[in-house]
């Protein structure tokens, strides 16, 4: 049996998630884990349903308030699927679920790792983003996933795949989609830019114009 905090987010194995815990049964919670060294899990809260998420333990409480309330720090474990929901534990204000914890499949992806890598380096040129983050090989596709411009349920679909090479292809399709339709938008705002503006155009020669 597994605590669970559903929110709208998608948490990936090996990332910090911070939160503010101000309602009563998650205060409970986090006192629980503070305790007892619990872990608890974060299901997505997506299409008015919940099946995959991540387990999170607790790695610090950065602030307490006098209300009970808390700033917290977690980090994301294993990533499972729930068999089982229940609204609220026996003796507990929170909800809790049976879950079965899930396992990739192995695969090496050296070569799909670069081609994101370069995907993703010409999409932050397309976007012209100062500063971007640098990831160095190897690497793994959660680290890069909140940073390619995914939605909610491309996030989560890509928790629910079991393989690292499944989760590399997605992503560099994603962003073969992606980075002609900022290219475009691009584009679109230059010709924005000269709308009213006097333009200077090339004569056209007519020498071989035939109707």
Do not use: W
Request: glycine fraction near 4%; aromatic fraction near 10%; hydrophobic fraction near 40%.
């Amino acid at each position: 049996m597994l605590p669970l905090f559903p929110l709208q987010l998608v948490v990936y194995p090996g990332e910090q998630l911070p939160l503010h815990i101000f309602e009563k049964r998650y205060q409970q919670l986090i006192a629980d884990c503070e305790k007892d060294s619990i872990s608890f899990g974060v299901p997505t809260y997506i299409d008015k349903k919940l099946e995959y998420g991540t387990e999170v333990m607790l790695k610090k409480i950065a602030k307490r308030y006098p209300d009970g309330e808390s700033d917290v720090v977690c980090v994301g474990k294993r990533i499972f699927k729930i068999t089982n929901f229940y609204k609220q534990l026996p003796e507990k204000l929170y909800a809790g679920g049976d879950v079965e914890f899930l396992v990739d499949n192995e695969s090496s992806a050296e070569d799909l790792q670069e081609e994101l890598l370069k995907n993703i380096a010409i999409l932050y040129v397309e976007l012209t983003i100062d500063n971007p983050p640098v990831f160095d090989l190897p690497f793994v596709s959660y680290q890069v996933a909140h940073k390619v411009g995914l939605a909610l349920h491309q996030e989560y679909h890509l928790l629910t795949l079991r393989s690292e090479l499944e989760r590399l292809n997605y992503l560099i399709g994603h962003l073969k989609i992606t980075i002609p339709v900022v290219r475009e938008m691009n584009r679109a705002k230059e010709v924005i830019k000269m709308n009213g503006h006097f333009k200077n155009f090339d004569p056209l020669d007519f020498d071989d114009f035939k109707l």
